[in-house]
């Protein structure tokens, strides 16, 4: 259940809000001066804030200013002030929405939910991990496409980091020069099998310490290639 924390001075108003939030399943918690809220923000876990801007002692623009430097959860400012100086002054502070009073409370309920998804997505996003493989000294991050041999970055064409990444996702398989011009440049080989032959050249000019004796791909002699693990 998602959690919202409701920063205002109008009980009636606060309490209608937390009403409609909760009949939409969401844990709601009310704080009613700028310090309280503020306090609570930093203080707890909370998917979404809405915030007025009137606020008794430390008003709407510091409380957001303070919790923007500790938190990027979604804050939707409420206010009856609506003078556009206001609008553009609350999202300069990090806000995500304004919203002038009077408004619905089914209003209200759209865009929390419409926040906290595009927040969650974000999140998501942001904490997703990057395919790796890592095989030796050798990291191949599929995610940013970026390959690195003990900790030393190497640049990469297209089809030489296609060529490694097949390669190292099927270590101990030896493919010939035509499987493998076939999967990477997806196509047949009509005899141009030399391409292989050249990016694996270039590819263990970059991961090899020993292009004479390869630790990573392997010629098996008049077959093809493997990789060794």
Known sequence: MSKVLIIEDEVAIAELEKDYL????YEVRLTHDGEEGLK???GEEFDLIV?????????????CKRIREKSNVPIIIVSAKKEDIDKIKGLGLGADDYMTKPFSPSELVA???A???RY?????QATQSN???EIRGLKIDKTARRVTINGEEKAFTTKEFDLLTFLAEHPNHVYTKDELFRYIWDMESYGDIATVTVHI???REKVEADTSKPQYIETIWGVGYRFKV
Request: glycine residues 8%; proline residues 3%; hydrophobic residues 50%.
């Open 115 to 117: 926040h906290i998804a």
């Open 131 to 133: 395919d790796i493989v």
């Open 201 to 203: 050249k270039k590819i």
């Open 111 to 113: 865009r929390v939910k």
């Open 22 to 25: 909760e009949m939409n399943d």
């Open 51 to 63: 915030l007025d801007l009137m606020l008794p002692g430390m008003d709407g623009f510091e409380v």
């Open 40 to 42: 609570a923000a930093c």
């Open 120 to 124: 969650e997505r974000l999140v998501g």
